[in-house]
């Protein structure tokens, strides 16, 4: 018997039209027996009463109301903390069983059909792959199944997007992180709000993949300008230990994720940050956000089947697992196999300490970058 499917709805938008098309393939779902359970869970705010409104006409969606949790700090503090604890809620409420999770959001919109084929297709589509590849024995399996997301980036590490994602029971509550006061210091600092994507994504991997504990540690140190991520990754592709990450992180990805966005218009999320001065009462002057409104020129330049060409990039999105496949099954002209298998090897042996040395010299160059570019913004 296949596994039943429960969606979690989080969150909230300010459109009712948004809300009624982006729950309308999930009521659809339902009343085809393809979902077993709706269940939209937010917080007992009555600020937010006029947005969770349109519920009220949609009998398949069971509407849970918690005690807001008291949080300090600035709002993208606050958003993280919310946010982690909004899922963690939504899952207690749940059955206990082996059940399968949609994470969702209402301003995320989908084409019914493509929404199908993943929730149908997920047996096949989520299979972990075999941990022994070119020979090299890679750390075991943290998931039991691959986890769906629409896209990830190669090389902002754990940039996944978490807008929505499909897994395991089992997997999803590791990806319910115990926030610290660090994580919340992070994400507070300058430029840094990937970190509430990577402070989900990356915390599983932490046992099985050490060299990844500092990246997280000091993610204040990876901003999230452009400008200055054109200085980092200039840094990064001359780095030895730069490399063990790309390598480390896109085996992850190929291994534990099943990364596709669809073709454009199949997903679209309607970001609030990208619709400030939007007319929400109009679908028609809403607009998508990044990676979303172009997804085919984002696949363009991942040139799978080459390593160089999307880790150059300022951000290096993938729509799908067609550049991390090819790395862990194909010859790459720009990564000679010998040169990989020893970076596979340093990654499943890096607890012994043989990467400590270019560990501390990447960081130490990460920091100068840092200085140079505050430099240049005060010269501006």
């Not at 700090?73 to 409420?93: D, F, H, K």
């Not at 199949?266 to 400030?276: G, H, I, K, R």
């Not at 990564?335 to 130490?364: Q, S, T, W």
Request: aromatic share 10%; with cysteine; net charge neutral.
């Amino acid at each position: 018997m296949p596994a039943p499917i429960d969606v979690v709805i989080n969150g909230f938008t300010q459109s009712p039209v948004l809300m009624e098309k982006s729950l309308a393939p999930l009521r659809r779902l339902h009343h085809e027996g393809v979902v077993r359970s709706i269940r939209y869970v937010t917080w007992d705010s009555a600020q937010i009463d006029d947005c969770l409104a349109p519920l009220a006409g949609m009998s398949e969606i069971t509407l849970t109301r918690v005690p807001q949790p008291q949080v300090q700090g600035i709002r993208v503090q606050q958003g993280l903390v919310y946010q982690v604890e909004n899922l963690r809620a939504a899952l207690q409420l749940l059955p206990q069983d082996d059940s399968l999770i949609l994470k969702w959001r209402p301003d995320v919109v989908v084409k019914h059909a493509f929404l199908r084929d993943k929730l149908l297709g997920y047996d096949g589509l989520s299979r972990i792959e075999p941990r022994v590849c070119f020979g090299v024995h890679m750390p075991e399996p943290v998931f039991q199944r691959k986890v769906w997301v629409p896209w990830a980036d190669s090389n902002n590490f754990f940039y996944l997007d978490d807008s929505i994602f499909l897994g395991t029971r089992a997997d999803v509550n590791k990806l319910v992180p115990s926030l610290t006061q660090a994580d919340l210091n992070t994400i507070g600092t300058g430029n840094c709000t990937p970190y509430a994507h990577v402070v989900r994504y990356g915390t599983p991997f932490l046992a099985q993949y050490p060299l990844f504990r500092a990246y997280m540690q000091r993610y204040r140190l990876f901003r999230h300008e452009i400008d200055f991520r054109e200085l980092l990754v200039r840094c990064g592709v001359d780095d030895g230990f730069f490399w063990h990450l790309v390598i480390a992180h896109a085996w992850i990805l190929h291994s534990h994720f099943h990364v596709d966005i669809g073709a454009q218009g199949d997903l679209a999320f309607y970001a609030t940050a990208v619709n400030l001065k939007a007319d929400w009462s109009k679908f028609e002057t809403l607009r998508t956000t990044n990676p979303y409104d172009n997804v085919e020129g984002w696949r363009r330049g991942t040139v799978p089947g080459s390593v160089l060409p999307s880790i150059s990039r300022v951000y290096g999105r993938l729509m799908d697992g067609a550049w991390q496949r090819a790395l862990f099954t194909q010859e790459i002209p720009d990564l000679p196999r010998d040169m990989l298998v020893a970076l596979m090897a340093n990654i499943a042996g890096c607890a012994d300490g043989r990467l400590h040395e270019i560990e501390a010299a990447f960081y130490k160059k990460v920091e100068g970058v840092n200085r140079s570019f505050d430099l240049l913004e005060m010269a501006s």
